[in-house]
């Protein structure tokens, strides 16, 4: 089982992109999909996550600039970011929870925003 991430790359301030992350492999139960970020020196932390019943959660600082959603069929998660600022700078890392605890992450994808 894979979770592969895709889409970072550099945009200047106030542009958008999207981040894409296909799971590869069967995961059995899993009932939450999320994006994390990390910044050299910090924590990992959570960005936006959906349910399996697509209840989205977002993290303030993003809400209403970015949109988490899923293809059930592709089996993908996306990230749509827009209105991107130099703080949103960080790598981006796709996760996978399911109810018997195991957690799947996949390799992160960089995500440059520059003034």
């Known amino acids: 089982v894979q979770l592969q991430a895709s889409g970072g790359g550099l945009v200047q301030a106030g542009g958008s992109l999207r981040l894409s992350c296909a799971f590869t492999?069967?995961?059995?139960?899993?009932?939450?999909r999320g994006w994390y970020r990390q910044t050299p020196g910090k924590e990992r932390e959570l960005v936006a996550v959906i349910l399996n019943n697509g209840i989205t959660n977002y993290e303030d600082s993003v809400k209403g600039r970015f949109t988490i959603s899923r293809d059930i069929a592709k089996n993908t998660v996306y990230l749509q970011m827009n209105s991107l600022q130099p703080e949103d700078t960080a790598v981006y890392f796709c996760?996978?929870?399911?109810?018997?605890?195991?957690?799947?992450w996949g390799q992160g994808t960089l995500v440059t925003v520059s003034s």
């Open positions: 996760n996978a929870k399911t109810v018997y605890g195991r957690v799947y």
């Open positions: 492999g069967k995961i059995v139960g899993v009932n939450v």
